[in-house]
C-alpha cells in the first residue's frame, strides 16, 4: 500500500506514469505521436502542440 500512497501523492510521478503507459501503448498500435504529444492530449496542455 505504500507504493499506491506514493504514486497518488506525486501529481508529477502519476501524470508522467499515465503519459509513459499511454505513449508506449500507442506506439505498440502504431502511434505516431510523440511523448510530448501524448501529454497534450491526456492533460489538455496546448503549449506542447506546435501548429
Do not use: V
Request: hydrophobic share 35%; net charge negative.
Amino acid at each position: 500500500m505504500r507504493i499506491l500512497e506514493f504514486i497518488l501523492s506525486k501529481k508529477e510521478y502519476l501524470e508522467d506514469f499515465i503519459t509513459r503507459s499511454t505513449y508506449h501503448s500507442n506506439a505498440i498500435e502504431g502511434s505516431t505521436l510523440t511523448y510530448a504529444e501524448t501529454y497534450a492530449i491526456l492533460y489538455n496542455d496546448n503549449s506542447f502542440l506546435t501548429i
